[in-house]
């Protein structure tokens, strides 16, 4: 079985979860198609990867959800507040840098936010070569309308979680970022194609 096409199965599941003997919970669809995977090999690590695509794409949601009632993607709205971090601008390459994705994804976003009014680029002054992206008035105005609603929907969403979980969460994640990053610097070094180190 295709390992795409289970984790789509996983993520396009809206079953209820289950909790394991620890009483933490986990998601039975997930650890079937996992058990099946890795043809009854440990799954605790692919469940954990699933896991955290399903929050990731639940959080993604939620956001995309109250951004496009406003007219912005979740992605560009995470360019806009990141532009809103600073007074001088960023250029593409900054941007692209800071969001995880590539250059050419940051053009279509500074795209759509430079037809919505909210950015603009101008030349940098240090680079004649580059161009900065920079918020503008109606930028700012734009997150002021969204930063109320936006604090509510993440109350609700992370509900119950003490301040101790939240730091953990994040912690966890970026721990699996560092990872990433580890192993996709390996990967270059060694020209590694399959994403696996040896």
Request: proline residues 4%.
């Amino acid at each position: 079985m295709e390992y795409g096409f289970i984790m789509k199965q996983v993520h396009n599941s809206q079953d209820d979860l289950a909790r394991d003997s620890d009483d933490r919970l986990y998601d039975p669809r997930a650890r079937t198609a996992m058990t099946e995977f890795t043809q009854g090999g440990d799954t605790l690590a692919l469940e954990a990867a699933a896991a955290a695509r399903t929050a990731f794409h639940a959080v993604e949601r939620l956001r995309a959800h109250g951004a496009q009632g406003r007219g912005l993607s979740s992605g560009a709205l995470d360019v806009l507040i990141r532009l809103s971090a600073t007074e001088h601008g960023l250029n593409i390459g900054e941007l692209a840098r800071a969001g995880g994705v590539s250059s050419r994804n940051i053009t279509g976003l500074v795209d759509t936010l430079e037809r919505e009014a909210l950015a603009r680029r101008t030349p940098d002054p240090q680079d004649r070569r580059s161009v900065l992206v920079r918020i503008t008035p109606a930028g700012l105005d734009w997150l002021d309308s969204f930063r109320a609603p936006t604090q509510r929907a993440m109350s609700a969403l992370f509900q119950g979680f003490t301040p101790a979980e939240l730091a953990e969460l994040r912690h966890l994640c970026l721990r699996l970022v560092e990872n990433q990053q580890r192993i996709e610097q390996y990967l270059t070094m060694t020209g590694e194609p399959d994403g696996s180190p040896a």
